[in-house]
């Protein structure tokens, strides 16, 4: 079967949030993935809808709401994203916790949802067995990555592209 080039092309994606209410994104990183290379990068600041800040939320990603005020609402930054998505598959460390923030964002903006979704952690539960845990970092270390700064959405959605990337060359793994 002959592959065209969307068929190549994945989206590792990484939302950090100001609250557990999911819809309260605070920053999201795009990395785009052709031939199974990172050609393209995006992050921004989201204003959430909410000034809540959980604690926890804070303390994990240094992200406060005076930080965020100034930037975009979700829905214009997602409107950039959704176009660098084009259909594409989407990748996420855990994908569970970014899929209930498209969904979640979804319900309160009206904004697209209609994703495919592919989960590193799951292939790394099934390729890296070995491990102690399957955490983002840990798989990072394992696979000889550089993560610089853990949660921050930037330096995770690139870090969960290249977690794709080397499973899908060490296992050959196919589209």
Same mark, same amino acid.
């Given at each position: 079967?002959?592959?065209?080039?969307?068929?190549?092309?994945?989206?590792?994606?990484?939302?950090?949030?100001?609250?557990?209410?999911?819809?309260?994104?605070?920053?999201? /990183?795009?990395?785009?993935?052709?031939?199974? %290379?990172? $050609? @393209? +990068?995006?992050?921004?600041?989201?204003?959430?809808?909410?000034? =809540?800040?959980?604690?926890?939320?804070?303390?994990?990603?240094?992200?406060?709401?005076?930080?965020?005020?100034? /930037?975009?609402?979700?829905?214009?930054?997602? %409107?950039? $994203? @959704? +176009?660098?998505?084009?259909?594409?598959?989407?990748?996420?460390? =855990?994908?569970?916790?970014?899929?209930?923030?498209?969904?979640?964002?979804?319900?309160?903006?009206?904004?697209?949802?209609?994703?495919?979704?592919?989960?590193?952690?799951?292939?790394?539960?099934?390729?890296?067995?070995?491990?102690?845990?399957?955490?983002?970092?840990?798989?990072?270390?394992?696979?000889?990555?550089?993560?610089?700064?853990?949660?921050?959405?930037?330096?995770?959605?690139?870090?969960?592209?290249?977690?794709?990337?080397?499973?899908?060359?060490?296992?050959?793994?196919?589209?």
């Amino acid at each position: 079967m002959k592959k065209s080039k969307e068929s190549n092309r994945y989206v590792a994606l990484d939302f950090e949030t100001m609250d557990t209410w999911r819809a309260t994104v605070c920053s999201l /990183a795009v990395v785009i993935i052709e031939d199974n %290379k990172i $050609v @393209d +990068k995006f992050y921004s600041l989201v204003c959430p809808p909410s000034k =809540n800040e959980n604690p926890y939320c804070v303390m994990t990603h240094g992200l406060h709401y005076k930080d965020v005020e100034n /930037a975009p609402d979700f829905p214009t930054v997602w %409107k950039k $994203v @959704d +176009k660098m998505i084009k259909g594409c598959p989407i990748i996420a460390h =855990n994908v569970g916790f970014e899929k209930s923030c498209i969904n979640a964002c979804n319900e309160t903006f009206d904004t697209p949802n209609d994703y495919t979704y592919i989960d590193t952690l799951k292939l790394a539960r099934k390729y890296l067995k070995s491990l102690t845990n399957h955490k983002l970092d840990t798989v990072c270390e394992n696979l000889n990555i550089k993560l610089k700064h853990h949660h921050n959405a930037a330096d995770d959605a690139k870090a969960c592209g290249e977690i794709f990337i080397k499973l899908k060359k060490k296992f050959k793994l196919n589209d």
